[in-house]
């Protein structure tokens, strides 16, 4: 009872403050992450039947030797621009099948957030945020940049 | 009152009339690909194996199984589609609940704020930004749509112009709540990091500020002329 009655006046308990933050956390996990990953997943199984996965792979293998990645990585770069949790689902389930490395995928955490969502945050963030349409694109390239330059920091300095 | 009765009893009616339903090409099409999706008919043809991608039972998949017992959790290997990512998924559940605690504590005894200070000096310099646009940028790191829309109130407000909104909606733009996003859903590939885990936090941090950057230099320089009857 004492101890209800303390909860309720003390928000500045760090323990009740964690509570918040994990519940918060689950509510993320439950709605955002588990749909996410399961969305991925049947994407990534749909891919790699009709051979899209082979196919992207063969065909952009070279451009991505710079980052150090295999060819099949550009699928995880593509969906990262449509949304992050996507390409990290994607990005896990390759790593668990083999066709990604744990290099692989520290040359792509970088691109998961910097080229991450670019067109939900067109609405949710350069649309609020009334940035005029103009400029849009400039600041699409941008994030182009970041991630590209980014990753090839990551494949040439951070991850050797 | 009646009429206004019998008028909306007309409608449901109406409604209601077979003839009136319109179903055009699309919903017909929507209607056989639902058929052929649930039918099983897709895994039947040998020679077109890829037609498998179009079949609910394949993209459902399988759990994974525990083959060495001891070492595999209960995630298990090999597990694919649905089912696979949703036990994967699940694995992560724990990882994400810890984190976001232990940021909300952080954040609690002010960690975000002593980050707001230490921020506000570099702003102007690095991009011409006023130092009262740091909250919203501070905010961004852990929220989009909190950022946006504080960024909205200091251009609403007349406090920034509309070429340092454009600054700020770069630095927002690439790698939107950042650090939240990277605790909740970079934790999935976290084991497989081959660097300390905030070694990519802190790289992709810096470069928001290259790309803003480089955005206001573009701004300075191409689009010059839009900018002219600002002070």
Not at chain 1, 111 to 139: E, H, I, N, S, T
Not at chain 2, 162 to 170: F, I, Q
Request: hydrophobic share 50%.
């Amino acid at each position: 009872m004492s101890n209800n009655a303390q909860s309720k006046h003390q928000t500045n308990n760090p323990f009740d403050i964690f509570i918040i933050g994990a519940r918060k956390g689950f509510n993320v996990a439950i709605n955002n992450l588990v749909p996410n990953i399961l969305m991925a997943y049947a994407v990534a199984q749909v891919l790699q039947i009709m051979g899209v996965m082979k196919f992207l792979g063969d065909l952009f293998g070279p451009a991505m030797v710079v980052f150090g990645l295999p060819g099949e990585a550009v699928t995880v770069i593509l969906t990262a621009w449509l949304s992050s949790s996507a390409a990290v689902g994607l990005a896990a389930n390759m790593a668990a099948n083999g066709l990604l490395d744990a290099h692989a995928i520290t040359v792509l955490m970088p691109c998961f957030f910097l080229l991450g969502a670019q067109l939900q945050y067109m609405g949710r963030l350069l649309g609020v945020a009334d940035v005029p349409k103009k400029y849009w694109p400039l600041l699409m390239s941008a994030s182009f940049l970041n991630a590209f330059c980014a990753m090839l920091l990551m494949n040439w300095v951070f991850a050797r | 009152m009646k009429e206004e009765k019998d008028a909306k009893q007309q409608e449901t009616i109406q409604e209601l009339n077979p003839e009136q339903w319109k179903a055009g090409p699309k919903a017909f099409i929507a209607l056989i690909v639902a058929v052929l999706f649930f039918s099983g008919l897709m895994v039947k043809f040998p020679d077109m194996k890829w037609l498998a991608a179009f079949d609910f039972t394949t993209l459902v998949g399988n759990f994974g199984v525990i083959k060495n017992v001891g070492k595999d959790t209960f995630v298990g290997s090999g597990g694919l589609g649905a089912r696979g990512g949703f036990m994967f998924a699940l694995s992560l559940v724990p990882s994400v609940m810890f984190a976001i605690g232990c940021i909300e504590v952080l954040d609690h005894y002010g960690a975000i704020r002593a980050a707001q200070r230490l921020l506000t000096p570099l702003l102007k310099p690095l991009l011409g930004l006023p130092g009262l646009t740091g909250l919203a940028l501070i905010t961004d790191l852990q929220s989009t749509d909190a950022g946006a829309a504080l960024t909205k109130e200091l251009y609403d407000n007349k406090l920034i112009s509309k070429k340092e909104l454009t600054v700020m909606g770069s630095w927002q733009y690439s790698g939107a709540g950042l650090i939240n996003n990277y605790f909740m859903i970079g934790s999935a590939v976290f084991s497989y990091l081959t660097v300390p885990l905030l070694l990519p936090l802190i790289l992709m941090f810096v470069f928001k500020f290259i790309g803003a950057i480089y955005v206001r230099i573009i701004l300075n320089t191409v689009y010059k002329e839009d900018f002219k009857n600002e002070q």
